[in-house]
Structures are given as C-alpha cells and as structure tokens.
C-alpha cells in the first residue's frame, strides 16, 4: 500500500534544499553574520545529510577542501569558519568532513593530532579550546578525531574514559561535567567515547537504557531532558546512544519515524526541529540519520559512534 502524504520521506526535495543552501544564504543578512562561525560544523551537517539521503547532486569536493585547509591554524587546529580561532569541534568537524571526501591525506595528521592531544587535561578531560572551557564533548570530539586519524596514542585513553564515567549521574545519564545535570545530548558524547574506546563496560546499560527510553514523548519524538519538548535532533544522540548500548528496542521506531516526518518541509524540503517549524541543515542531518538507524527509506547506512555512513568509515578504520 502506497503511503498517505503524512509519511512520505521527501528525498529528492530534501537534496535540493541542501544544495542550495549557500545559494539562497543573503550574505548581507543578520542571519549569515549569527552564524559565520558555524559553518565547518554546517558543511558536515550538509554533505553528511547529501551522503544519507544518496543524493546524486555535486558535492564540490575541490571546493569544499579548500575551505577547509583555509580553516587551519598553524597550530593544526580549525577554526569554524576562515580567520575564527581554532577549537575543538571544528576540528573535529573538519576531520569528519574530510573523511567524507576520502580527503584526509590533505592534512597533516601529526600536527592535527598534537593540537589534540595538548588540550587534554590531567584528569584526562579535554578543553575546548586555549582558553580552558572543559566538557565531555570535548572529551569526544578528541577520541573520535584521533580514533580517525589512528593517533589515539597521543592521549591517555584510560584517564579520558573514566574522566567520563565520573559524568554519570544517579538517574543513568550524563552531564557536561561531574554533578551537572543529565541531557541526552551529553549522553551520546559520552556513550560514543566510550565506545570507540571501548570501555563501555563502565556504563550501567540497563538504568542508562531507561533514561534514555524515558525521552520519548507521546508525539513519538524525544526530549532532551525531562519536562523538555520534543525535537528532532534528539532522535539522532537518543536513539544511537540506544544502539550503542543495545537497547533500541526499548523505545517506539514506528512513533519516532512519524515525529521525524512531520517535521518535514513537504514544500521545499528539509527537516526543521518540531512541525511547522523553519527547515535547518542541523535537523535535516540528523533527523535523515535517525531514519537511517532505523532502516528506513533505503537511507545509507550510519555508525551510531562516529556519525558516519558506514561505508565511509570503513575506509578509514578497517
């Protein structure tokens, strides 16, 4: 049987919505000046949605690596966009990117990885950036892009995990810090870091499990945190923080996977974070990649650790 409009997963409009994002971006309105230091972090977001979705459209390749490489401080880290310092998550989105692209022979991985490795902290923390702010998605952006890079031997793997055990908290979940509150996006970081560095054992599945189950509002779609309305990009940190620990069964595919379409722009495509809402890159990547660990609509296939298409990722870590 066919699927009403409710249901459909508009693929090829979604394609044209991210490929001509930067087209129809007015560079001089408010909104490309709020967000200039995204745009490493959207690139990812953009041609991880295109590769999710198997759009056949350009990807700039030649393009989009010159950005890059113009993002990069002599240091080895990348700022979020040209000329804006060097931190973190940039550079672990520049790092993403170029696996993207099979491009990361581009970079050199030594000074890449020694700009890492320099910001993590005798507790085995990780900082942002020079300036010293310390979180546990700092402590992941650090193991993934070293796991890549295959330089993991940089950093005391051993401290960075159990720095991150200390974030649990009594409820099951985790917070940005020791004693900070629990929220599902801090969750995956710290699920996805213990799992590449395989010390999942730290974890207490079965209460962690529970709280993540416990996000699943009655619309189907997840919350971040108790009492918190539902948004789209928590289906992606909730759900493959449940597949990482193997407890997807515990929450609703056929709820979530309706959630995710109603969020849906059917008229010019993209995902926005509730119905009716704006389309934005973040939300149509990660809504896409929540349908794609649920196996729907023929989407590339994603690991739930690094936020990869699978078949990526293999190219760099057999």
Not at 52 to 63: A, F, G, M, V
Request: charged share 20%.
């Amino acid at each position: 049987m066919e699927e009403n409009k409710t249901l459909q997963f508009y693929q090829e409009k979604h394609s044209h919505y991210l490929i001509n994002l930067d087209k129809e971006q007015e560079k001089d309105s408010i909104g490309y000046f709020t967000n200039e230091h995204l745009r490493m972090g959207a690139g990812y977001w953009c041609i991880g949605a295109l590769l999710t979705i198997k759009s056949q459209e350009d990807l700039q390749r030649e393009k989009m690596i010159s950005f890059i490489k113009s993002c990069q401080h002599p240091n080895g880290g990348f700022g979020g966009n040209i000329g804006h310092d060097p931190c973190m998550t940039s550079t672990h989105y520049a790092v993403l990117l170029l696996c993207m692209y099979d491009a990361l022979n581009e970079i050199d991985h030594e000074l890449v990885s020694s700009y890492i490795s320099h910001l993590q902290n005798k507790d085995g923390s990780f900082n942002g950036d020079e300036w010293g702010e310390v979180d546990i998605r700092f402590s992941y952006c650090a193991v993934s892009s070293l796991t890549i890079l295959q330089k993991t031997n940089k950093i005391d793997c051993e401290k960075a995990a159990l720095f991150i055990d200390q974030c649990q908290n009594s409820d099951g979940g985790f917070g940005a810090v020791p004693n900070a509150e629990s929220h599902a996006a801090y969750v995956f970081c710290a699920v996805g870091a213990l799992g590449i560095l395989k010390r999942l054992d730290l974890l207490e599945r079965d209460r962690l499990g529970q709280w993540l189950a416990q996000r699943q509002t009655p619309s189907g779609g997840f919350n971040g945190r108790p009492e918190k309305l539902p948004d789209v990009c928590y289906s992606w940190w909730i759900l493959s923080s449940m597949f990482i620990i193997e407890r997807q069964n515990w929450c609703s595919f056929e709820k979530l996977t309706k959630y995710i379409l109603d969020c849906q722009d059917d008229e010019t495509g993209g995902i926005g974070d509730r119905p009716g809402n704006m389309s934005d890159v973040f939300h149509t990547y990660f809504g896409s990649a929540a349908l794609s660990l649920m196996g729907k609509y023929e989407l590339a296939p994603i690991d739930p650790k690094f936020a990869l298409p699978v078949d990526i990722l293999k190219k760099v870590i057999p």
